[in-house]
């Protein structure tokens, strides 16, 4: 039997949307910016699929970029908006438990001369809204936080965060790193006070190399690619048609029959959350109710190195995460854990299990069951 539970790193692509996907390199293959028939029909494709998703952000058309991804979109939010509002300010705002995409990012703006306040965040991963009111400063133009952590799966307060900014300085930008929240969430950026909001495609069953930015119409920002103008010369560069229609049919999908699914989602992590604790010596990181997110379970094991436990886990099927897969040739201890006080000995000993769509309890269950025969013998080798 398998049990993939690495959805947090990429997912399966939906049926539907490779259909979608073949259709558009195959029949309807056209440049979007040729002037012919192929190239209209294209840009069309293009068209219906960022209508699919605006739809569900309840925003509009042209405050969708299309992107090749989450660390493009991320890139482009930060760069491009510290770039536009220099003259304002060059202090930023952001978390010590940020995805690489946003924090690499922050350094390289900091070696341009920007200022950048890390915020801290308490054991469960959520910040101080206190903490937050305290660094913003007149001169603050960006604020970054990430909805759902790709790690431990907490959950930030969104709206009460954009409340405490815009209260204390209403020029300050808001951006959201959205990439685990969309499809999890009900997102509305109107609602929530989103200036700037990334999504990846490969996280919702699109294909990878694909994602889109929200810019709500208004903000200050600057490409970073230049070329033929492309999106409004927001992101020059041949439009990727394949890429865009297999993200607007998997943004359709992931809010269709949205209530069940999420629910299905929490059911499972419960599920998965007892069997683990019945295992004895393991420590479920974060919170354990819903007020985290749905599809993430962050788990210690004591006496058994990460990387040692899921390689033996894949040996019997069952595929886990010892951390971020978009960093994972990059080895290193968590940030994000050490952030939320995991013990000393528990950091190089953490499994992320991250559930999605296509899971079913019985993977849950032979996932239990294979841990259960493999902790004590891989206990007894890590001891000798």
């Given amino acids: 039997m398998e049990a993939y539970f690495d959805n947090s790193a990429t997912t399966k692509v939906l049926d539907c949307v490779k259909d979608a996907v ?8 056209g440049n979007a910016a040729a002037k012919h028939r192929k190239g209209v029909e294209a840009e069309n494709l293009i068209r219906e699929a960022k209508k699919a998703i605006a739809d569900t952000l309840k ?12 660390t493009e979109s991320n890139n482009t939010a930060l760069i491009g908006t510290a770039l536009a509002n220099r003259r304002a300010g060059k202090h930023l705002i952001t978390t010590g438990v940020e995805h690489p995409s946003i924090y690499n990012t922050m350094s390289f703006l900091e070696e341009m001369g920007f ?25 603050t133009i960006l604020v970054s936080v990430m909805y759902v952590n790709n790690e431990v799966g907490a959950v930030e307060p969104i709206e009460a965060i954009s409340q405490c900014i815009k209260k204390k300085n209403p020029k300050t930008l808001f951006h959201v790193d959205a990439i685990q929240a969309y499809g999890k969430y009900k997102i509305r950026p109107k609602k929530q006070g989103i200036d700037l909001l990334s999504v990846s495609g490969h996280k919702i069953h699109a294909p990878k190399g694909v994602g889109f930015l929200y ?14 103008g492309q999106q409004k010369g927001m992101r020059s560069g041949t439009e990727n048609v394949p890429g865009c229609v297999g993200l607007g049919v998997a943004a359709r999908e992931a ?41 993430i379970v962050s788990a210690s094991f004591e006496g058994v190195r990460s ?17 971020s897969a978009c960093s994972s ?10 952030g939320i006080g995991v013990k000393k000995e528990l950091l190089d000993s953490t499994i992320r299990f991250s559930l999605g769509d296509l899971n079913v309890e019985e993977e849950v269950d ?15 080798y890590q001891m000798k």
């Fill in 115 to 139: 200022e950048v306040t890390y915020l801290p965040v308490d054991h469960l991963g959520h910040i101080s809204l206190e903490d937050l009111e305290k660094a913003i400063r007149e001169d």
């Fill in 329 to 338: 040739n990059h080895p290193g201890i968590s940030g994000t854990l050490k």
């Fill in 366 to 380: 032979y996932a239990i069951g294979v841990l259960g025969e493999l902790l004590p013998v891989l206990r007894r």
């Fill in 255 to 295: 809010y269709k029959d949205f209530d069940a699914r999420i629910e299905k989602l929490y059911t499972l992590r419960e599920r998965l959350i007892a069997g683990l604790k019945l295992l004895g010596g393991v420590t479920i990181n974060g919170s354990e109710d819903r007020t985290n997110a749905p599809q």
């Fill in 22 to 29: 073949v259709d558009a390199m195959c029949v309807n293959y």
């Fill in 215 to 228: 810019i709500r119409d208004g903000v200050k920002i600057r490409p970073i690619l230049f070329g033929g």
């Fill in 59 to 70: 925003v509009q058309e042209k405050e969708i970029l299309f992107t090749s991804g989450g």
């Fill in 307 to 323: 990387e040692v436990l899921l390689h033996a886990l894949e040996d019997k099927g069952v595929y886990v995460s010892s951390g």
